[in-house]
């Protein structure tokens, strides 16, 4: 976590209980954490385009939530950093929580009838959510609610393992691809928090260019969003492969990947 010892911006002084490595106010009077805020981008405009073409496809609900939850993190941790103000960190973390909840429903419920709900692991969920939340808004220690995302992201791992390595063994490269990203992000968030004093010594000798590489949770950001998106893609690719539609990957602007699903032609 980073010093206390940093500027005073528009928001005033953080009320939040985590303050991370990145320097405060450095680059904007009215951002707290300019390059933690602005590369959670990532995780805003590629869900929301995600989200308006499973709506298009016609597909579940589910999938729409899924890209929507994301795009919430996205929101909510745009807010925090550019406050570091206590409420808006809740509205960083708790839809950490909800959202992955709503991707793991997704990826353990993929091989029922279409447009099938199934209340007793909804239920389940909710429970899980209004628990956490509950705990959290009264103990206020940021590593309870690591550890119980941390549970959630531990369910959607093994049960990815589980469908590519015994049912759709051809999607191994998207899963392992996704969980790779991801734990990349989650080791440059550990590299941010363990060597704080030693990155903001070293971006005061960097070119400034050169320093912004050294942002790391801003780069956790960067590979978790695009983690959790080619999960999300994941999940739609079993969930459309089951239902024996068509799905085709498209890259937006001939870069960033998206799934067009097409009905399985009837003879």
């Known amino acids: 976590m980073a010093p206390s010892v940093d500027r005073q911006g528009y928001w005033g002084r953080p009320t939040s209980t985590l303050d991370w490595c990145e320097e405060n106010y450095v680059v904007s009077f009215y951002i707290a954490e300019f390059w933690n805020t602005v590369s959670n981008l990532i995780m805003i ?40 103000l206590y409420e808006m960190q809740l509205l960083d973390e708790l839809p950490m929580i909800y959202s992955t909840c709503v991707f793991v429903y997704c990826l353990y419920e993929c091989f029922k009838q279409e447009n099938c709900i199934s209340l007793f692991p909804i239920a389940l969920l909710l429970i899980f959510s209004v628990s956490v939340t509950v705990v959290y808004l009264q103990w206020k220690e940021p590593v309870f609610h690591q550890v119980m995302y941390g549970a959630l992201v531990g369910c959607l ?11 759709y063994p051809w999607l191994r490269p998207l899963c392992y691809t996704s969980l790779g990203i991801f734990l990349l992000g989650f080791l ?19 070119p400034p260019g050169v320093g912004v590489v050294t942002q790391f949770h801003a780069w956790w950001h960067i590979f978790t969003g695009l983690g959790s998106y080619l999960h999300i893609l994941l999940s739609l690719q079993i969930r459309s492969t089951y239902l024996k539609y068509r799905p085709k990957v498209k890259f937006l602007c001939g870069v960033w990947p998206t799934l067009h699903i097409e009905p399985q032609k009837t003879s």
């Not at 929507?68 to 993190?73: E, F, K, N, R, Y």
């Not at 550990?190 to 060597?195: E, V």
């Open 157 to 167: 791992v093994m049960r990815s393992i589980f469908i590519v390595t015994w049912v």
């Open 188 to 206: 440059l968030w550990n590299i941010d928090n363990i060597f704080c004093d030693s990155l903001r010594a070293s971006r005061k000798t960097l």
């Open 45 to 84: 405009l590629p869900p929301l385009y995600g989200a308006v073409q499973t709506f298009r496809d016609g597909l579940e609900l589910r999938y729409i939530c899924s890209f929507l939850g994301l795009a919430a993190v996205g929101v909510g941790s745009w807010c925090f950093h550019m406050t570091l």
